[in-house]
């Protein structure tokens, strides 16, 4: 019986946009051995609730269906690394001024186009907007409002803003959104300081050299 949602991680949201906090759940990419943060569904699910992706009780119902069907939560899981990898590829490629390849334009279009068999127009005070409906209990519903934030980042006049962090050994994506349009870290805090350390104690060893 589930009782609560395990939080076993706390993940970072520095993306900017949902799609971008997606890709940034593997640390360490560019080395031989990237650290993977989805290692099991319940992962999906924590990240998703961090997030606000998932209300408690939507988590809570997510969680017990996948003791249910662990073989369909595995599935899921398995589903979104792909899809995050797609996801992550694109924006990589449009941050560098490259095409993406088609293969991953059609993964996240089949993506979307599935989740938006779930989607429906409803009235507000203000006029109108996309609500999910969850019938039943869906283990991959996290997964759509993900892909179509991919989607609105793509077709939007913000995509010129994404970026991959400038560490060699991060390679995570966010967006700039600097007045001057010269970030070149995903945080500050993490990545920008841990470079310029680096920066120091290299102009020190070579001072110490002279």
Known sequence: MVENV????????????????????????PSDHPHELFNNYSDLVTWSSQAQVL???????????????????????????????AI?????????????????????????????IHALIVPTAGGFTWEWVDTEVNLDRMLWPVVRSAEDLLISDELDAVRVCASDTCNWLFMDTSKNHSRRWCDMKSCGNR???RR???????????
Do not use: H, W
Not at 58 to 80: H, I
Not at 93 to 102: L, R, T
Not at 105 to 114: D, H, K, N, Q, R
């Open 6 to 29: 395990i939080q076993t991680q706390i993940f970072e949201l520095t993306g900017g946009r949902l799609c971008l906090d997606f890709t940034n759940t593997v640390e360490d990419r």
């Open 200 to 210: 120091y104690y290299s102009r020190k060893r070579g001072s110490s050299v002279d």
């Open 55 to 85: 209300s408690d009780q939507e988590a809570q119902q997510l969680l017990a269906g996948a003791e249910r069907q662990p073989g369909e939560a595995s599935s899921v899981l398995a589903q979104a690394i792909a899809v995050r990898e």
């Open 88 to 116: 992550y590829r694109i924006f990589k490629a449009v941050a560098q001024d490259e095409m993406p390849e088609s293969d991953d334009l059609v993964s996240l279009s089949t993506a979307i186009a599935e989740a938006m």
């Open 195 to 197: 470079a310029k350390a």
